[in-house]
């Protein structure tokens, strides 16, 4: 059973930074695709970043220069690094996985996504 578990969210000033975190456990193998997504209040869940195995990496454009995904394999973490926040960042932050390999990008609701973390909230203030 995969498991995502996301952390490091919190309230942080416009101008500021996070780093959100995302454990991934239950691959046997190499894990496919994983993905960032962001929800806030009486808005659709939308794409934000998204990183393969080989360290390929896919951010939206509104986030494009300002946040950034690495990823540590021995941990099976993968980390956002979110610098610049802005109020409109201001959502619940979701990471995703996939059971297969493909393309690996984070662009709508996710919907080509399987296995979802609980979340964790981000909140920006100006």
């Known amino acids: 059973q995969v498991q995502l578990v996301e952390s490091g969210g919190g309230s942080v000033q416009a101008g500021g930074s996070l780093r959100l975190s995302c454990a991934v456990s239950?691959?046997?193998?190499?894990?496919?695709?994983i993905g960032w997504f962001r929800q806030a209040p009486g808005k659709e869940r939308e794409g934000v970043a998204a990183?393969?195995?080989?360290?390929?990496?896919y951010y939206a454009d509104s986030v494009k220069g300002r946040f950034t995904l690495s990823q540590d394999n021995a941990k099976n973490t993968v980390y956002l690094q979110m610098n610049s926040l802005k109020p409109e960042d201001t959502a619940m932050y979701y990471c995703?996985?996939?059971?297969?390999?493909?393309?690996?990008?984070?662009?709508?609701?996710?919907?080509?996504?399987?296995?979802w973390g609980q979340g964790t909230q981000v909140t920006v203030s100006s």
């Open positions: 995703a996985a996939r059971r297969v390999f493909g393309t690996c990008r984070a662009q709508g609701s996710g919907t080509e996504y399987n296995f």
């Open positions: 239950g691959y046997t193998y190499s894990r496919p695709c």
């Open positions: 990183i393969s195995t080989g360290g390929s990496t």
